[in-house]
């Protein structure tokens, strides 16, 4: 039985792709997170597999980052959700920050991170969807973090509630299938104040965008 519906699913899955064109099929195609298992994060950590971070062809996503941080909140509380092994910190910390928590679900890249924990630098081991931080921050910063999420506009709205009166969310995607639909569910529930895209010359893709606090519905 569980064979013959599996084939009239296939059946009437190629039925569709032949009528329906792929832009309006990627526009329908449900949520389905990038999925990299808890040891995968550990081991790629452990073996430096995302030390590219640091390198010159990233610096345009984080620089447009820098740029909405220094523009909002300079000096100010930062929560980053999905901070690795701390690439970002240590650009913040270079043009100041009051207090800056940085959590991840990789002990790996916690352990690396809290290398740099001083008293106003936390870095702490969760995972950020179930995660209740401490106080609330100016700033909040998904930066490529939000599509390894189950539920990533539960996880926005959830933790935008930390958001301290005039803050900031600021999210940076790396432009793949998945962080569109993302885009789109965010689009109907907060406005940006600003986008950006970068284009490295590898012809990767980032969208940056910054939502004030009081552009976010659904808190
Ligand atoms: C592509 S890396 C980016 C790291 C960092 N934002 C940076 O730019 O250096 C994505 C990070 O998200 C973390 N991550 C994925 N799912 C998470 C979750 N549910 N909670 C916290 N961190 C998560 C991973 O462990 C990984 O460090």
């Known amino acids: 039985m569980s064979n013959l519906l599996d084939n009239v699913g296939q059946a009437v899955k190629s039925a569709i792709s032949g009528v329906v064109p792929e832009a309006v099929r990627a526009r329908i195609r449900p949520y389905r997170k990038t999925d990299i298992s808890q040891e995968q994060w550990d081991q790629d950590y452990a073996q430096g597999k995302w030390q590219h971070l640091d390198n010159v062809r990233q610096l345009a996503h984080y620089s447009v980052i820098m740029g909405y941080y220094l523009y909002y909140r300079p000096n100010s509380s930062v929560l980053d959700i999905g901070c690795g092994h701390g690439v970002l910190q240590r650009r913040l910390d270079a043009v100041s920050y009051a207090r ?17 924990s001083d008293l106003k630098t936390q870095f702490f081991c969760a995972d950020a969807e179930s995660y209740i931080p401490s106080g609330t921050f100016d700033v909040l910063i998904f930066n490529e973090s939000l599509y390894y999420f189950l539920s990533p506009m539960d996880g926005f709205t959830r933790l935008a509630r930390y958001l301290s009166p005039g803050g900031v969310v600021i999210v940076s995607m790396y432009q793949k299938e998945n962080s569109r639909v993302i885009w789109r569910s965010l689009n109907r529930i907060a406005h940006p104040a600003d986008a950006v895209r970068v284009i490295n010359r590898d012809g990767g893709v980032w969208d940056v965008k910054v939502f004030p606090i009081g552009n976010i519905g659904g808190r």
């Open 100 to 116: 800056y928590v940085g959590v991840d679900t990789s002990q790996s890249a916690i352990d690396q991170a809290s290398t740099e």
